[in-house]
């Protein structure tokens, strides 16, 4: 899914290092200018990232 499209709750499953998944949540989406400021939620914690509006992530509504 494009990131100008996702919404709060959406899920996205990273990985860390060793291979084991961490489920993230987006808590709020911001545009930026032509980019947008993505707020996940994990087990640790809060963190936000920045992308292009036409970035994709394989994301779970």
């Known amino acids: 899914m494009q990131v100008k499209f996702l919404m709060p709750g959406d899920r996205i499953?990273?990985?860390r290092i060793?291979?084991?998944p961490?489920?993230?949540f987006v808590?709020?989406?911001q545009a930026a200018g032509r980019r947008?400021?993505?707020t996940f939620r994990?087990?640790?914690g809060l963190d936000?990232?920045?992308y292009p509006a036409e970035a994709y992530?394989?994301?779970v509504r």
Do not use: R, T, W, Y
């Open 22 to 24: 961490v489920p993230l």
């Open 48 to 50: 936000s990232a920045i």
């Open 13 to 15: 499953v990273d990985h």
């Open 27 to 29: 808590e709020a989406i």
């Open 42 to 44: 994990s087990s640790h």
């Open 57 to 59: 992530i394989a994301a």
């Open 36 to 38: 947008f400021l993505v």
């Open 18 to 20: 060793d291979g084991q």
